[in-house]
């Protein structure tokens, strides 16, 4: 199971900060663990999720990873072709999220077939 230790790792390869299996000092992984809180609350209050962060689907870690490095952004020194790469994954990440909100777990999405 994924756990928000390793949430917080991958957005900060994802935003740039570190490398994969690198350590990060203590005040960047305090500052990364805040934000993925926040980021949970408010994903929780809008609602677009209804999980909590000792349980989350293994089908939502890259949308929480992309989410988080987007809040991460403006902590860390990230290039602009990097703020681009981003803002994408992020707005991507938030339909996702969004969709498996609205579908409930284990059932079927249903078809529309009118406009």
Avoid at 56 to 62: F, K, N, R
């Amino acid at each position: 199971m994924i756990t928000d230790t390793d949430i917080v790792s991958k957005a900060l390869v994802r935003v740039g900060v570190k490398s994969i299996g690198d350590a990060v000092d203590s005040a960047t992984q305090s500052t990364a663990s805040e934000a993925l809180e926040s980021l949970h609350a408010t994903l929780q209050r809008e609602p677009v999720l209804d999980w909590e962060l000792d349980s989350i689907p293994p089908e939502a870690v890259q949308s929480l990873v992309d989410e988080l490095a987007w809040e991460l952004r403006n902590d860390f020194d990230v290039p602009t072709e990097k703020l681009i790469s981003l803002q994408a994954a992020q707005a991507n990440a938030r339909r996702n999220l969004q969709l498996q909100y609205q579908i409930p777990q284990g059932a079927d999405p249903v078809p529309i077939e009118s406009f």
